[in-house]
């Protein structure tokens, strides 16, 4: 079956320490996103790719790392400037039109 | 800049009526809506899309309603079951702007509870 899988489900992150969050499809969708989503809120744009080895910052990019080798790998590096990290983290692909726009399950990350 | 907002933040209904959830968009070029379900913990799915050349669309159980003229959207869930319980939101896509891809702007969610 064709999906976007995600993992960890779940990740604990201790301070100062740089944590990556695996993002992978097989849809052949060549768009692939990263979201952030806090308690109550919407959907916050960090990372966007069009295309292998081709990336795009989002609306809070700040503290965050992708990198896009494989067009089905879009894999996000939490790093240590990122002062609040604790959030549910949505990856999603689709094509460039944004048609199929298909989410992966999350992954939620607490920092302890 | 330019956002999808929901005109409640909660909904309650009895099983078995029809649920009404609606949206506000204000980017007039935006041409293609969908509208997404979220259960607590996991990833958004797809409920069903519509294009701005339609002005309805109807999928099992689920009907969405497109005014462009005053840039509402609205999806109607008919015979509201329990597993109906979620976060409910709308995404629309516009344009971006040259060379950048173009972008789905998401709501907050409407969070519908169905009564037994």
Redesign the interface.
């Known amino acids: 079956d064709g999906g976007i899988t995600q993992s960890p489900k779940y990740l604990f992150r201790k301070e100062g320490q740089n944590v990556t969050l695996s993002c992978e499809q097989n849809l052949n969708h060549d768009a692939m996103y990263w979201y952030r989503q806090d308690p109550g809120q919407g959907l916050r744009l960090i990372y966007y790719s069009q295309i292998v080895n081709d990336f795009q910052k989002g609306d809070i990019a700040e503290g965050y790392s992708v990198s896009r080798e494989k067009k089905e790998s879009f894999p996000l590096t939490v790093t240590s400037a990122q002062k609040n990290p604790t959030a549910f983290y949505l990856c999603a692909s689709s094509t460039v039109g944004n048609y199929g726009f298909t989410f992966g399950s999350g992954t939620r990350l607490t920092v302890v | 800049g330019e956002s999808v907002g929901l005109h409640l933040p909660t909904l309650s209904v009895q099983e078995g009526d029809n649920s009404i959830i609606n949206c506000a968009y204000s980017n007039s070029a935006s041409d293609?809506f969908?509208w997404?379900k979220q259960e607590s913990?996991?990833?958004?799915?797809?409920i069903i899309d519509i294009r701005s050349n339609m002005d309805k669309r109807q999928g099992q159980r689920v009907t969405v309603l497109l005014n462009k003229t005053v840039k509402h959207l609205s999806l109607q869930i008919a015979a509201t079951q329990p597993g109906d319980s979620a976060v409910y939101?709308c995404?629309e896509?516009k344009g971006g702007t040259s060379g950048?891809?173009?972008?789905?702007t998401?709501?907050?969610?409407t969070q519908l509870t169905v009564l037994p």
């Open positions: 293609y969908i997404y913990g996991k990833g958004p799915q797809f939101f995404a896509n950048s891809a173009r972008q789905l998401f709501g907050s969610g």
